[in-house]
């Protein structure tokens, strides 16, 4: 069936070439303009309008096509517009024995210009077709097309070129390469493209076309060793690529793709396209000391591209990926979220990381699944190793509206308190650190999100040691304090410490600040304006023995990447006992343990410190015992 098909093709080609030439023989060349014109728009699906000469020779040795002032409109899909003019046309025939009897031996087009569009939908002006690329232009046995003017926007991959492209043959000798040059500016800057590719004399559809590419813009660049399986269908391309500059934000102006800010990087890999189907292979990223590999597979057969993969890091730097941060950098940047390219993203991306610095911290064996779908983005299943502990969380960015939300979630659970104090000196504390945040918020940018955010957050210290003389430190006499401090390491248990914070409007505010050890109890309360970033705390203590000394508080106000530390103190006579109202503290300590872990009311030491809160609140409401 197949074979019938194809010979009745065959045979209706032919016809149709018997029939111009026919035509030709019995009417004159000079009446062919129109239906060789009209023929060529079916074709090629552009309109096509012709304001100069017009001159067929098909009846000759040598057959061939002239045409001057040809117009090329965008096709019934694209915006109304022009694909390209042409000033001079020059296409030379060649007679040959086979289903059909012409063939293209050299195109010659003079004074080009080219218009190419392609929107966001994936809709090119270039193409035959709405849908994508097709099996590509006839081919051709030689092609000069000198300094042509050629503009470029594709809102697909967000690049803008203007400038000048020469193609043709180059070199000498019965088969010449074909070369392709062009200069001058992608998204606005510089750049500069040579392509080389086999000789066109010797191209055959049965087999793969080779072909290079370097592409330079300012000190980035890209290179590239490829080939079409079948010559100019840029429907199936295998390949080859190389990139390199000095930060990956910059490849935009080669890749069209925005990625992040990084310090000098490298990359390689391999590509390979099956009609609407890319794949990236042995992918290969390195910026500073920070490396990147892995497999990609991006799908855009259903209209929008859906991304789907595996990247893995041995080492990933925050220092690497943010370039150079100034010392007056906010912590949080007022960068705008990603919001036009996340309602547009479909992809689901598994990353490994086994080191990741955060830079006074680091965390190993991380995991997490970065999920878009329908303008939402997820990071779910997020796991990695902390200071000896476990952090785990996921987080979301909904772009539906015109203001996204955001939410996050984490959990931490015993983090060893010495692994996160600066190495080289003893340990003011050891123990283990539990917690879990909630917030959530809204905004178009990375500090507005911040600045509205709302939420709550428990740190709990459930059992651990800490140097006496720092316990000490608010409620001792300061001068001594600090001495001791200085030359004491002396411990003392730690019995429970819990931090409960909720934020409301960009401001944190503590609600529970409590550290109970043997000898003292510790209490604050504060608040951290996220806006100026800017930090207002005080910590009082209590000893639990009576004494006379200078009560006192620490202090610690003003911004908070360089915080002021101060004691104010002042004289009173401190009872002893558990006089310091945990009665008070019993609501809100007993819900914050239960939002970390229903199981720490009921632990040996923030269990008994609760009980001893209760049992305080119970004598103090049936008043004092009489005899």
């Not at 074709?43 to 309008?49: F, I, V």
């Not at 000391?289 to 497999?295: A, E, I, T």
């Not at 428990?458 to 300061?478: C, D, F, H, N, Q």
């Not at 004691?567 to 609501?587: H, M, P, W």
Request: with cysteine; aromatic share 4%; net charge neutral.
């Amino acid at each position: 069936m197949d074979g019938r098909r194809r010979w009745s093709r065959y045979g209706l080609a032919f016809g149709a070439a018997v029939a111009v030439l026919l035509v030709a023989a019995l009417l004159g060349e000079r009446h062919l303009q129109r239906p060789l014109l009209r023929m060529f728009e079916r074709h090629l699906h552009h309109p096509l309008r012709l304001g100069g000469r017009f001159e067929a020779h098909l009846l000759s040795p040598h057959p061939r096509l002239d045409a001057t002032d040809l117009e090329i409109g965008n096709p019934p899909w694209s915006a109304p517009g022009s694909l390209g003019h042409i000033a001079r046309v020059d296409i030379r025939l060649a007679w040959r024995f086979g289903w059909w009897p012409l063939e293209i031996e050299r195109v010659e087009l003079g004074g080009a210009e080219w218009h190419l569009r392609r929107d966001a939908e994936g809709r090119a002006n270039w193409t035959a077709r709405a849908e994508g690329a097709g099996a590509g232009p006839p081919l051709i046995r030689s092609l000069a097309m000198p300094e042509a003017r050629v503009d470029v926007q594709d809102e697909r991959r967000h690049l803008t070129f203007t400038g000048q492209v020469s193609a043709g043959d180059a070199g000498g000798g019965p088969a010449p390469v074909l070369t392709v040059e062009a200069i001058g500016t992608l998204n606005g800057r510089p750049a500069t493209l040579h392509i080389e590719g086999e000789p066109l004399a010797t191209a055959r559809r049965e087999r793969p076309y080779h072909f290079t590419l370097l592409e330079r813009s300012a000190p980035s660049q890209l290179s590239a060793q490829g080939y079409f399986l079948h010559p100019f269908d840029f429907r199936e391309i295998e390949g080859l690529f190389q990139a390199k500059g000095p930060t990956l934000r910059d490849a935009y102006y080669l890749v069209g793709l925005k990625l992040p800010q990084t310090v000098p990087f490298s990359a390689s890999g391999r590509m390979s396209r099956r009609n609407l189907h890319f794949s990236y292979a042995d992918l290969r990223v390195t910026a500073g000391d920070s490396d990147l590999d892995g497999s990609l597979e991006v799908d855009s057969a259903g209209g929008q591209p859906h991304t789907t993969g595996e990247l893995r890091s041995q080492q990933l730097r925050l220092v690497d990926l943010g370039g150079h941060h100034g010392e007056a950098q906010s912590l949080v940047p007022d960068t705008p979220l990603p919001l036009r390219g996340l309602r547009r993203s479909e992809l689901r991306i598994r990353y490994r990381a086994q080191h990741v610095d955060l830079g006074k911290e680091r965390l190993s064996e991380l995991s997490l699944l970065v999920d878009a779908h329908a303008a939402a983005l997820r990071i779910e299943q997020a796991h990695a190793q902390l200071a000896g502990g476990e952090l785990s969380g996921e987080a979301q960015l909904d772009a539906h509206s015109a203001v996204p939300a955001a939410r996050l979630e984490l959990r931490l659970q015993k983090l060893q308190l010495e692994q996160l104090q600066p190495p080289g000196r003893a340990p003011f504390a050891t123990g283990t650190l539990d917690g879990r945040l909630q917030l959530a918020g809204a905004g178009p940018t990375w500090r507005a999100l911040a600045e509205g955010a709302h939420g709550e957050a428990t740190l709990v210290i459930p059992e651990g040691t800490m140097r006496r003389a720092l316990a000490e430190l608010a409620s001792a006499e300061l001068a001594g304090a600090l001495g001791v401090l200085r030359h004491n390491t002396q411990e003392t248990p730690i019995r429970c410490a819990v931090a409960t914070l909720s934020a409301q409007d960009g401001v944190v505010r503590t609600g529970t600040l409590l550290l109970d050890t043997d000898a003292t109890l510790l209490s604050g309360a504060g608040e951290l304006h996220l806006a100026d970033q800017t930090v207002q705390l005080r910590i009082r203590g209590r000893p639990k023995h009576p004494t006379l000394a200078l009560r006192s508080e620490v202090t610690v106000t003003g911004p908070l990447k360089h915080p002021h530390f101060g004691i104010e103190k002042r004289a009173a006579l401190l009872q002893g006992g558990a006089a310091v109202a945990l009665g008070a503290l019993l609501t809100p300590l007993a819900a914050g343990l239960a939002f970390v872990d229903p199981g720490l009311t009921h632990g040996a030491d923030c269990g008994a410190l609760l009980a001893e809160a209760r049992s305080e609140a119970h004598d103090s409401a049936a008043g004092p015992v009489t005899h």
